[in-house]
């Protein structure tokens, strides 16, 4: 059954349309099948650095990089799904956006309407944690102590460092496609199992490692508990090689 709404709910719904749109963070863009821009809100205006009636009439191929315009332009799958790209800036800049896209009528005729988001502080965000993610695995890699990061539940290896790699002989490969971390450990000790669970606990002990070249190293490390991607790893540092023999 149809809603019928008075005169005045309907001058209040209209007042509540006129204020989501002119409020709301994001770039809101109506569109024509051809991709001119009949109406747009003011972060619209702020986001290409445009008045709104610089903004009427453009045409999207304006309003993104020569490089991205073949992405937007005139792109069918755009509507009712979700894309990042750029947007234009007043200055030349390129703006990363994420747009959504919606299939609605406008004046009697079928148009487009775009929620354009500003990415940029995620961008930055993102390239940040990138770097930060990067120092550390140098920071890993070159640490000049043999460590190497494991499964607790599975017991396989996650990540070796290239000192563990020089002492034990195997190359980073063989260490991830061994079945278990006991190829080179040796014996599942008694009280293992005690491990999983605990998280930020830390482990001093000694044990005897084997080589590639069946060489027992006998060394003291430290190992932490540590949640890693939502499981459950052990840390394990080599302090010191105590003794080698075959």
Known sequence: MKTVYSADELQER????????????????IEDLDGNVLEANPAACRLHGLTRTQLIGKNVADLVPNEYRQKVVGQKQLVETEVEGYSLGIDGTKIPVSIRSSSIAYMGRPATLLHVRDISARRKAEAAMQESQQQYKLL????PQSMWVHDLERQRFLAVNDAAVRLYKY??????????IYTVIGEKEKDESDLLGLPNLVRVATA???RKDGVILNVE???HTIMLDGRYAG???ISKVISSSR
């Open 171 to 180: 190359s980073v490969d063989e260490f991830l496609a061994m079945e278990s």
């Open 235 to 237: 840390f394990v540092m």
């Open 14 to 29: 209209e007042r509540l349309y006129h204020t989501l749109f002119d409020s709301s963070p994001d770039a809101i863009f």
């Open 140 to 143: 890993f890699n070159s640490h």
């Open 208 to 210: 005897r490692h084997r």
């Open 221 to 223: 490390l430290t190992q």
